[in-house]
């Protein structure tokens, strides 16, 4: 990837404000691969500065112009990696990761800073659980609203490493549609198996009858 197509990428990415770590976190990880996948590698398993043993046999961080160049590779991978980050971090967060050189080190403080510890976190996806569980769609709603609440539970979800089904969101939309959609539904399952149903044909089949409807509602009051 050039160095145009990386900047547009960053441009395009959301920046990291406090209030949207699941969605940075998720679209952060498919930017960085489609950088360099081995810099996504780098943040998985960590980079560490080249090292070398000075007179008195201590092992002393190595200059960087002494460097090999399959350290330097590696580094680069790190460096590439760091840069994504940092060019998608809001100022205030620098708090939190100003002193930090390897790109894996500010992934887990930012990771521990919003998601908590691994009981902090199972903790969290219980309630993002419930809340899935316990959400339907309003009256008032359109189906491209509800489709948007659903899969933004769904991406805080996947970003607490708890992802939700796909076919779990197909059914969540079967059974919490209003009674206006009951007809539609039960002619969906007597021809198709819903079981193997993508979510977004189900939503585009849903907001096709959604407009028909609104369509003969405006004919009736003409």
Known sequence: MDSSSVSNSFLKHPILDGANYALWKHRMRYTIKAMDVRA??????????????????????????????????????????????????????????????????IWDALQEHYEGTDSVRRTRLRFLNAKFERIRMDENETIAEYDKKLREIA??????????ASEAMVNKVLRSLPK??????????????????????????????????????KDKGK
């Not at 991406?155 to 939700?164: M, Q, S, V």
């Open 155 to 164: 991406t805080e979800a996947h970003a607490l490493r708890g992802p939700i």
């Open 180 to 217: 206006r959609f009951n007809g539609k539904i039960w002619a969906l399952e007597e021809v198709k198996d819903t079981s193997k149903m993508k979510m977004t044909e189900l939503i585009s089949i849903l907001q096709v009858f959604e407009m028909n409807n609104t369509e003969q509602e």
């Open 40 to 105: 996504w590698q780098s943040i998985l398993t960590g980079w560490t500065p080249p090292t070398t043993q000075d007179d008195d046999g201590d092992y002393i961080i190595k200059k960087e112009e002494n460097w090999t160049a399959e350290e330097t590779q590696s580094s680069s991978y790190n460096a590439k990696a760091l840069n994504a980050i940092l060019a998608t971090v809001d100022m205030k967060m620098y708090g939190i990761i100003s002193d930090c050189t390897i790109a894996k080190d």
